[in-house]
Structures are given as structure tokens and as C-alpha cells.
């Protein structure tokens, strides 16, 4: 009882405005008292209508009053503060301004706990007490606190809207269904609300079905990066591996050619400096020799002369002319030569196309709206469109190629292509220049018996007559053969018949990231022959195989 009367005193102490004890009290001419501040602040909102009015009584001032402290009151405030009510436990049960106020308390008003559907009003917990107790206030709706609780009153009849017009897509109140909504899809609004909310469950599904299937997007797309940035590490130490070996091997050649090259000049020289040797020790004799004979040519006494000739006129033998082999400015050319043959090779290997280290053909193709549609008609093809070329170094020595190494003859003579390892040996083949990856187009125009187009990867075996190295006969390469009447698909040596209009020329489209490889027949229209949906590990190559009769040919269009 005490705290009752202390809470009803501190009341009566509280500006209207702010809901707190009153600070520096003024009070109005009408007799209301407030915050000095909170008053202030409340005229100047006024300023521009020029008439001040009282914020509870609602009267009007004009002039706008001149403010003076109350000093009995805040005497007041200052005694009721220094007893501690201010910080009373439950201000904190008060309405604030966000908050949905009981419509039942007098004076400071309570936080509602609940708003009545029924009643359209908000209770704090003592008002509420009878929708608990009574029985006929028990069978209300009760939600969460709602500022929002005349919005359910109809507007026209002031009555509440229980009812929903499906026509309109509004609610409406019983008195709007026999009215101006006569004759429309009507029902009650909570039968409208039973629909809905099995239409609201659905809804949930399907956004936590694509919540999940979005975080496996996710979950796989991390896995995506995970699995680049490791094959990336990979790429870069197996190639610096690799490099360094390349590197180690050519300074080991490097060094041994050097040792090679010192050698022999060591062993050269030598030979020259022993025959140089032997040259002026056989000059100091002969010039030994010239003097004796010389000095013998001035004897006085015959005698002597012919006693002395004999031993002095014999010459030891001369060193063999032939053993010195003078070749002037051309000691190790040969080995510069050989350096530089080497050199000539290994800047051909390094700009050969096949060798040709590029990034082009690792693009990441990320889609979270799945796989694109297939086009449809051949302009939509044609978007995709690549220009190919056949690849000198993979043809077959059977086949002649032309019209700038886009077009393939079976030839009854060998053709004369140097030797190279990526060369098919056993059968008229031969592979595009261009690799292929993402989405492609293109087309091949066929004359003779037989002609297969394929698509394959790089590393199809190229020598021999196995089924390792024919299109189409293993798990490498697919084609499509076409014979004058009829087609057959073919896969690891799996044949399957293909029906379709008979046509010189073959469309091929492929979508490497979403595995799907298509054959079509192509003539005013396009007909699709064979489709294939699987897995591409590796980028692809275009490929032409003619081997039915000498004269036959397959040509890659020119589309663009």
C-alpha cells in the first residue's frame, strides 16, 4: 500500500511530455506544469503557427507566454529525490513512445502485454487479468502488443473486418459482403488465412530447399577454389621441378661440351707442341750438320776430306711431313655448329604450338543457373563458331591438306612431312590445331565413301594400328561416321546406329563444362543425329579420319 501511494505521489511529479520527474518545473498559464526544456522544445514546433498551446488541455496562448521556474515545485522534486523514488523498480513497466501503451490505464499509462483481436484494445498485465478469468474473455484472440488494431475496423461501417473478398484481395466487414462486394468471392477471413498459410508453408520449403541447395553451391564452389588453388600449387612446383631439370641437363651439356671442347684442345695442342719439338731439334742438327760439312769444305788435306765425308754426309732421318695437319681457322666450327643446331631445335620445340605453354585453355566456368540451353536454330549455333585449322604435325602421311590447312585428301601417295610424335602412323588421321573448351561450333563439309568426324583429347595414341589410336575405339575419342546412306556413332568401340537425313555437310557443338556433345545433320534446317552427355576431363580437339577411298575429302568450314 505504501509503494502504491509513493508511486501515485511520484505521478503527480512526472512531466506529461517526457513521462519523467519534472526538471527545472514551469508551470503555464493554464496551471499545467513542466520541463522547462520539454516545454521549449514543444513551442518551438509551434513558432511557425503562432499560437502555443497546452500539451494536455489543449488551450491556446497568444502571445507565446514567458517562462519562470516554479520554485516551489522544483523544491519538490528535489525533497521526492532525495527519498529515492525516482528510480522507483518498475519505470521500467511505463509506455515509452515506441511502445504499444494499455488502452484502460488512467494517468501514466503501462506497457500492453497483449492486444485483443476482439475487442481491439491493448491490456498491461492487471487489465488483461479478466480475458484469464472470465469465460467469455477467454475465447478472444490475443496477440503480441499492436498499434496497428484499427486497421481491422472497416473504415465505412465500423464494424470489424472478419470476412475476405477474394475478388478484391481485401478485407472486408460482413455489412461489405452484402454490399458493394455482393456477389464476389467472399469467405471468412481466417478460412482465406488457413489457404494462405499453407500457401506461406510451401513458400518455406521451397526458400529452405533453395537455401540448402544454394549453401551446396556454396559448399562446392569453395570446394571449386580449393581444388584450382591445388592444382595451381601443383602446376607451378611440378613446373619448376621440371624447369630446373631442363635447366640442370642443359648446364650438365654445357659443361660437358666445355670439358669435351678443353679436352681435345689439350690433346691437340700437345700433339702440335710434340711435333714442333721434334721439328727444331731436327733444325739444330741439320744446322749441327751445316757447320761440320761446311768446315770440311775448307780442308786442305784430300786425305781427311775423303776419311771425314763418308760419316759426315749421312743425314738422319727427316721428321713425315704429312703428320702435320694444319687446318687454318677451322678448329672446333663443328662443335659451334652442333651448339647452334641444338639451339635451332629446342626454339622450335619451344614455339611449336603443341608445346606452347598457355593459360587459355584452363578457364573456370561457374554457373549457379545450371547448365545454359543448347541453341536452338543455326544462327544460334553460329554465336559460337571457332575457326579451326588441321594440324600438320598430327596428319597422317596419306593425307593432304590444303585450302590453308583446313581441308583433308586421302592421297595414294605418301606425303613428305618431317617425322614428329605427335604424327598418326596407322591410320589416314588428323587432329585440329586449335584445342576447345567452353561452348563451340563448327562444321565439316564431307566428299566420298566414308569420312569420320571426331572429337577427341590430345593425348589419343598417334602411333601404331591399335584400337588406342583409332577414333571412336577407345575412351578417348568419339565420331560420328557418315557413309553415303547412313550414320553410326561410335565410343570405346561401342557402334550405335544413327538415323537422320543424309547430308554432305555435319555440325558439331560442344559445351565441355556441362559435358554435352552434339552431332548435327545441317542442310536448310538443322537435324539433330546423336547427343552425348557425360564428364570432359581434358581439353578437346577436333579430328577428320578418311580412309574409304583415294579422292575423298573433309574440309572444316569457314563459318564467320
Not at 492486444?115 to 475465447?139: G, T
Not at 702435320?324 to 655448329?337: G, H, K, Q, S, W
Not at 570432359?536 to 577436333?542: C, G, H, I, S
Request: aromatic fraction near 6%.
Amino acid at each position: 500500500m505504501e509503494q502504491q501511494r509513493n508511486r501515485l505521489d511520484q505521478e503527480k511529479f512526472c512531466c506529461s511530455i517526457c513521462l519523467d520527474l519534472l526538471k527545472d518545473p514551469v508551470t503555464i498559464p493554464c496551471g499545467h506544469s513542466y520541463c522547462m526544456k520539454c516545454i521549449q522544445n514543444f513551442w518551438d514546433g509551434e513558432d511557425e503557427k503562432r499560437i502555443h498551446s497546452c500539451p494536455q488541455c489543449r488551450q491556446t496562448f497568444t502571445p507565446r507566454p514567458v517562462l519562470m521556474k516554479n520554485t516551489m515545485l522544483a523544491d519538490l522534486v528535489e525533497e521526492l529525490k532525495k527519498t529515492g523514488l525516482q528510480a522507483a523498480p518498475d519505470d521500467h513497466c511505463y509506455a515509452g513512445p515506441e511502445d504499444v501503451a494499455c488502452d484502460f490505464c488512467t494517468g501514466r499509462k503501462l506497457k500492453a502485454l497483449k492486444s485483443c483481436l476482439v475487442c481491439l484494445a491493448s491490456y498491461c498485465e492487471k487489465h488483461l487479468q479478466p480475458h484469464h478469468d472470465v469465460a467469455p474473455l477467454k475465447k478472444h484472440k490475443l496477440v503480441e502488443p499492436s498499434k496497428k488494431l484499427q486497421e481491422n475496423i472497416c473504415s465505412r461501417h465500423d464494424e470489424v473486418m472478419k470476412m475476405f473478398c477474394r475478388t478484391d484481395q481485401q478485407c472486408i466487414c460482413y455489412l461489405c459482403s452484402v454490399d458493394e462486394h455482393k456477389g464476389h468471392d467472399t469467405v471468412s477471413a481466417a478460412a482465406e488465412r488457413t489457404e494462405r498459410q499453407r500457401e506461406l508453408e510451401v513458400s518455406r520449403l521451397n526458400i529452405q530447399q533453395r537455401i540448402q541447395d544454394r549453401e551446396k553451391d556454396v559448399k562446392e564452389l569453395q570446394q571449386e577454389v580449393e581444388a584450382i588453388n591445388g592444382s595451381a600449387d601443383k602446376a607451378v612446383e611440378d613446373s619448376e621441378k621440371i624447369f630446373t631439370e631442363l635447366i640442370r641437363l642443359m648446364e650438365k651439356r654445357r659443361s660437358d661440351v666445355k670439358q669435351q671442347v678443353r679436352s681435345q684442345q689439350e690433346t691437340e695442342v700437345s700433339r702440335v707442341k710434340d711435333l714442333q719439338e721434334k721439328l727444331e731439334q731436327e733444325i739444330t742438327e741439320l744446322k749441327r750438320k751445316d757447320a761440320e760439312l761446311e768446315e770440311l769444305s775448307h780442308t786442305e788435306d784430300h786425305n781427311e776430306f775423303l776419311h771425314n765425308y763418308p760419316s759426315l754426309s749421312r743425314l738422319s732421318q727427316s721428321t713425315d711431313s704429312s703428320s702435320i695437319n694444319i687446318r687454318p681457322l677451322r678448329y672446333f666450327e663443328d662443335v659451334t655448329a652442333a651448339v647452334s643446331e641444338l639451339r635451332d631445335i629446342l626454339q622450335d620445340v619451344l614455339r611449336d604450338q603443341r608445346t606452347n605453354i598457355s593459360l587459355t585453355d584452363t578457364e573456370v566456368h561457374v554457373s549457379l543457373s545450371g547448365p545454359e540451353p543448347e541453341p536452338k536454330t543455326r544462327a544460334e549455333f553460329l554465336k559460337y563458331s571457332r575457326e579451326l585449322t588441321l594440324d600438320p604435325n598430327t596428319a597422317n602421311t596419306k593425307l593432304l591438306l590444303s585450302e590453308g590447312n583446313r581441308k583433308a585428301t586421302l592421297m595414294t601417295d605418301q606425303q613428305s612431312y618431317s617425322s614428329h610424335p605427335d604424327r598418326f602412323t596407322g591410320y589416314s588421321q588428323v587432329l585440329s590445331t586449335e584445342s576447345l573448351t567452353g561452348r563451340c561450333y563448327w562444321e565439316v563439309e564431307w566428299r566420298g565413301g566414308r569420312v569420320c568426324v571426331a572429337v577427341t583429347y590430345n593425348n589419343i595414341r598417334k602411333a601404331g594400328s591399335s584400337n588406342e589410336c583409332k577414333f571412336g575405339h577407345n575412351d578417348k575419342s568419339w565420331v560420328l561416321r557418315c557413309k553415303k546412306n547412313s550414320y553410326t556413332f561410335c565410343y570405346n568401340n561401342v557402334q550405335t546406329p544413327v538415323s537422320g537425313p543424309q547430308s554432305s555437310r555435319v555440325g558439331v557443338y560442344l559445351d565441355h563444362s556441362a559435358g554435352i556433345l552434339s552431332f548435327y545433320s545441317v542442310s536448310e534446317t538443322m537435324t539433330l543425329l546423336h547427343r552425348v552427355q557425360t564428364t570432359f576431363t581434358q581439353p578437346l580437339y577436333a579430328g577428320l579420319w578418311i580412309y574409304y577411298s583415294y579422292g575423298d575429302t573433309a574440309e572444316l568450314c569457314k563459318l564467320k
